[in-house]
């Protein structure tokens, strides 16, 4: 087994904040690149750089290819992959299916062969064809613009807070994993200290979210454990709580109460979720006025300035 344990990054134009440490940023494109000296296959390179949150990178122009000869003369004679593949009509393309706007192949190149990757040569940077099985290095990129938020969390550029919703899982492989509130807020929680069940604080951050949990036909699963349906149990819990003792609406995160979507209170502690499903009835707050009842989604919060 191959273990992919050096990154080497050099400089490609302006450093830029916003790249991660090790990437460097080549303002033409507004794109952060890293170049992976150690050798993998090409399915190797894809997994690495997509766990980067970025692909094996694009060379859509001659400024972009001479960046990263710049970037590669360190490494003299060593092929690097990237995002250009033979596709089986053999038509070379980019990884991601569109046509190429720039090459740079070599003489000879690309050999009409079972070579169906291609790679970037230092020290001219020229192309060739590459068994997709073969150990090279290879070049990651990804957007350079800004994303405050953790991995799998969702930034709203609307809001400006990061939300993660925790959808529907199934630990035994049929029926979905529930929460009720109380559990749901200490989730949160443990994904960081300041990450809250979500408040909601207007009609536009509440849109924010019922996009953000919209599901289809939910009415019809089969996966609701025997107790629920598939409606009830696809709500989503937020941090909204009626408290029959103190009289008032809260939120779990501290927040003020001063956004009031239409909900019910039960003459006891109330609890709030959200559910955006046509077969459901379309969007709807749900009122919940049982602490074990239970949901199979909720809805956690933080502003990025805390992380």
Same mark, same amino acid.
């Given at each position: 087994?191959?273990?992919?344990?050096?990154?080497?990054a050099?400089?490609?134009g302006?450093?830029? /904040?916003? !790249?991660?440490?090790?990437w460097s940023f080549?303002?033409?494109?507004?794109?952060?690149?890293?170049?992976?000296?150690? &050798?993998g296959?090409y399915?190797?390179a894809?997994? @690495? !750089?997509e766990a980067?949150d970025?692909?094996?990178?694009?060379?859509?122009?001659?400024?972009?290819?001479q &960046? *990263?000869l710049q /970037?590669t003369?360190s490494l003299?004679?060593?092929p690097?992959? +990237?995002?250009v593949e033979?596709?089986s009509?053999?038509?070379?393309t980019y990884?991601d299916g569109?046509?190429l @706007?720039?090459?740079n192949w070599? /003489?000879?190149e690309?050999?009409n062969?079972?070579?169906?990757?291609?790679v970037i040569?230092?020290p001219? /940077?020229?192309w060739?064809?590459?068994?997709c099985?073969?150990?090279?290095?290879?070049? !990651?990129s990804?957007?350079?613009d800004?994303?405050? !938020?953790?991995k799998?969390?969702?930034?709203?550029?609307? #809001?400006?807070f990061c939300?993660?919703l925790?959808?529907y899982?199934?630990s035994d492989g049929?029926?979905?994993?529930? &929460?009720?509130?109380t559990e749901a %807020?200490v989730?949160?929680?443990?994904?960081? #200290?300041k990450a809250?069940l979500?408040?909601?604080h207007?009609? +536009? %951050?509440?849109?924010v979210?019922?996009?953000?949990?919209?599901?289809?036909?939910?009415?019809n699963?089969?996966?609701?454990?025997s107790?629920?349906?598939g409606c009830t149990?696809s709500?989503a819990?937020?941090?909204?709580?009626?408290?029959?003792? &103190?009289g008032?609406f809260s939120?779990?995160?501290?927040t003020?109460?001063?956004f009031?979507?239409?909900?019910?209170?039960?003459?006891q502690? @109330?609890?709030y979720a959200? +559910?955006?499903?046509a077969?459901c009835?379309g969007?709807?707050w749900?009122?919940?006025?049982?602490?074990?009842?239970?949901?199979?989604r909720?809805?956690c919060? *933080?502003?990025?300035?805390?992380l």
């Amino acid at each position: 087994m191959l273990f992919l344990t050096a990154t080497y990054a050099v400089l490609l134009g302006l450093v830029a /904040a916003d !790249c991660p440490p090790y990437w460097s940023f080549l303002a033409q494109d507004n794109l952060c690149y890293s170049v992976v000296s150690t &050798a993998g296959s090409y399915g190797q390179a894809v997994r @690495t !750089c997509e766990a980067s949150d970025g692909d094996v990178v694009k060379i859509s122009d001659a400024f972009t290819n001479q &960046a *990263i000869l710049q /970037a590669t003369k360190s490494l003299p004679d060593t092929p690097l992959y +990237i995002g250009v593949e033979r596709q089986s009509n053999g038509q070379w393309t980019y990884s991601d299916g569109s046509a190429l @706007t720039y090459s740079n192949w070599d /003489a000879g190149e690309p050999r009409n062969s079972s070579n169906n990757c291609a790679v970037i040569v230092p020290p001219n /940077a020229k192309w060739a064809s590459a068994d997709c099985n073969a150990y090279n290095g290879f070049v !990651c990129s990804k957007s350079s613009d800004p994303n405050p !938020c953790p991995k799998q969390w969702f930034y709203s550029t609307v #809001t400006g807070f990061c939300y993660y919703l925790k959808d529907y899982t199934m630990s035994d492989g049929k029926t979905w994993d529930m &929460a009720d509130p109380t559990e749901a %807020e200490v989730r949160c929680r443990m994904m960081h #200290t300041k990450a809250h069940l979500a408040s909601v604080h207007d009609a +536009i %951050e509440q849109q924010v979210l019922f996009d953000l949990i919209k599901t289809s036909n939910m009415l019809n699963a089969t996966n609701a454990p025997s107790f629920t349906n598939g409606c009830t149990a696809s709500y989503a819990w937020t941090g909204l709580i009626w408290k029959q003792s &103190a009289g008032n609406f809260s939120w779990t995160d501290g927040t003020p109460y001063d956004f009031a979507p239409s909900i019910y209170k039960f003459s006891q502690d @109330t609890y709030y979720a959200m +559910i955006n499903d046509a077969s459901c009835n379309g969007k709807w707050w749900g009122s919940f006025g049982i602490v074990t009842n239970s949901g199979a989604r909720y809805i956690c919060k *933080i502003d990025p300035k805390n992380l």
